[in-house]
């Protein structure tokens, strides 16, 4: 199944900061980093289906990513 998809416009200094953040990540690119925080932010309010439980490799793979973003120690 192929996805479509379409164009966001993003202001070139944030496109910097990002491009600083995901280095040493699992992000392969700006897109990849946006499209996951994006949908992070869905989930968040709700318009998505019903979050399912994590299992403790998902819960573990969620918390590389984010101290690898340097969100947590």
């Known amino acids: 199944m192929s ?3 379409g164009i966001i416009k993003v202001p070139e200094e944030l496109i910097t900061k990002i491009k600083e953040r995901i280095q ?3 992000f392969n690119s700006i897109d990849e980093y946006a ?3 994006l949908e992070e932010v869905v989930k968040e309010t709700g ?3 019903p979050e399912e439980v994590f299992s ?3 819960e573990h ?3 590389e990513r984010l101290r690898a973003l340097g969100y947590l120690d």
């Open 3 to 5: 996805e479509k998809y």
């Open 24 to 26: 040493g990540t699992e």
């Open 35 to 37: 499209t996951f925080v």
């Open 47 to 49: 318009e998505e289906e």
């Open 56 to 58: 403790e490799e998902d």
């Open 61 to 63: 793979k969620v918390k």
